[in-house]
Nanobody, 125 residues
């Protein structure tokens, strides 16, 4: 059984850095592209960032481009998303996902087979 366990969300103040974790159970993380998406009520799931397994390059949404760092610890089978200087507009449920998308769909939810349950991030101003 494949599980993606997210952690690190919560209520934070604007301007701080936030690091989310995604532990993968049942699959080897390095075999997959790992991505982060976020969603607010009433809106579609939005791509945040992904780390491509083939070229080891990050792909980052414009909304977080200068504030986002992706990393992964293969020994712990865990991926991380850090967002610096969070703002109220970063408030959302954040999901991690793994898959083997082609580059053409690396920013699309349909490119990922396995998903975590999501972790709520709320940024107060």
């Amino acid at each position: 059984q494949v599980q993606l366990l997210e952690s690190g969300g919560g209520l934070v103040q604007a301007g701080v850095s936030l690091r989310l974790s995604c532990e993968v159970i049942g699959r080897t993380l390095r075999d997959y592209t790992v991505a982060w998406f976020r969603q607010v009520p009433g809106k579609e799931r939005e791509f945040v960032a992904a780390f491509n397994r083939n070229n080891n390059r990050p792909y980052v949404a414009d909304s977080v481009r200068d504030r986002c760092t992706l990393s992964r610890d293969n020994a712990k089978n865990t991926a991380y998303l850090q967002i610096n200087s969070v703002q109220p507009e970063d408030t959302a449920v954040y999901f991690c996902a793994i898959g083997v998308p082609t580059l053409s769909i690396i920013r699309e939810a349909r490119g990922y087979r396995f998903w975590g349950q999501g972790t709520q991030v709320t940024v107060s101003s």
